[in-house]
């Protein structure tokens, strides 16, 4: 999401490992009220809080933010279908790790079959 593409023009990230709610407001050209009501109906966007409670968002929740308000703003998803959208994304990937894991095991399983 950091590099802007046709469908998504989000501005590229500072390299920066933590961005206070302030900068990710900016970034995502959204208020501040947002992004605390995404984080309560987004798990995966999880701030990290200091001993005074300021949010730290990671370049990841940041990343996150940009594509939820693609998502909801650009592609006009409900709350629920954003949320489904990004489960349905987060199932696929894991599928792929498994179906990945279970090759290289298989392969793993007859390069020792080979050499016992």
Same mark, same amino acid.
């Given at each position: 999401?950091?590099?802007? #593409? &046709?469908? *998504?023009?989000?501005?590229?990230? &500072? *390299?920066? @490992?933590?961005?206070?709610?302030? $900068? %990710?407001?900016?970034?995502?050209?959204?208020?501040?009220? %947002?992004? !605390?009501?995404?984080?309560?109906?987004?798990?995966?966007?999880?701030?990290?809080? #200091?001993? #005074?409670?300021? !949010?730290?968002? #990671?370049?990841?929740?940041?990343?996150?933010?940009? =594509? %939820?308000? =693609?998502? @909801?703003? *650009? !592609?006009?998803?409900?709350?629920?279908?954003? !949320?489904?959208? @990004?489960?349905?994304?987060? $199932? /696929?990937?894991?599928?792929?790790?498994?179906?990945?894991?279970?090759? @290289?095991?298989? $392969? /793993?399983?007859?390069?020792?079959?080979?050499?016992?």
């Amino acid at each position: 999401m950091s590099t802007p #593409t &046709p469908t *998504d023009p989000s501005p590229p990230l &500072p *390299d920066k @490992l933590y961005f206070k709610i302030g $900068e %990710v407001s900016a970034l995502a050209g959204v208020p501040a009220h %947002v992004l !605390r009501f995404w984080e309560a109906e987004f798990p995966r966007i999880k701030p990290r809080r #200091t001993d #005074t409670g300021q !949010r730290l968002y #990671t370049r990841r929740d940041v990343e996150l933010i940009l =594509h %939820v308000k =693609h998502l @909801l703003y *650009d !592609r006009k998803f409900t709350i629920e279908g954003a !949320r489904r959208h @990004l489960r349905a994304a987060e $199932e /696929l990937r894991k599928g792929d790790s498994r179906q990945l894991l279970a090759e @290289l095991r298989a $392969e /793993l399983k007859a390069l020792r079959d080979l050499l016992g």
